[in-house]
């Protein structure tokens, strides 16, 4: 079982920077990717961004330079730095992991929020 405990969400004016992140416990294994979803109502979560256990990112059209997401593999932590935020980044962030062994799991999510 896999536990993933996030923090970091709140409000922020337009222009301005949060870091989101999340702490993954249990038995995680190898390979995995761990990323960044969001939604707002009435629309489907969307992914935000996502770093395998190698490095490799991945991030959705819309953050690409503002955005960064890293990760910490001794800590089993992933890092979701934002910065430029706009009102349309205003959304629940939600933690992903998915291992090849340990399946798919998510976060409780985070509210985020830009006010203008």
């Known amino acids: 079982q896999v536990q993933l405990v996030e923090s970091g969400g709140g409000l922020v004016q337009v222009g301005g920077s949060l870091r989101l992140s999340c702490a993954a416990s249990?038995?995680?294994?190898?390979?995995?990717?761990m990323g960044w979803y969001r939604q707002t109502p009435g629309k489907q979560r969307e992914l935000v961004a996502s770093v395998t256990d190698i490095g490799k990112t991945t991030y959705t059209d819309s953050v690409k330079d503002r955005f960064t997401i890293s990760r910490d593999n001794a800590k089993n932590t992933v890092y979701l730095q934002m910065s430029g935020l706009k009102p349309e980044d205003t959304a629940v962030y939600f933690c992903n992991l998915y291992g090849w062994r340990a399946g798919n799991y998510w976060g409780q999510g985070t509210q985020v929020t830009v006010s203008s």
């Open positions: 249990g038995s995680i294994g190898s390979p995995n990717t």
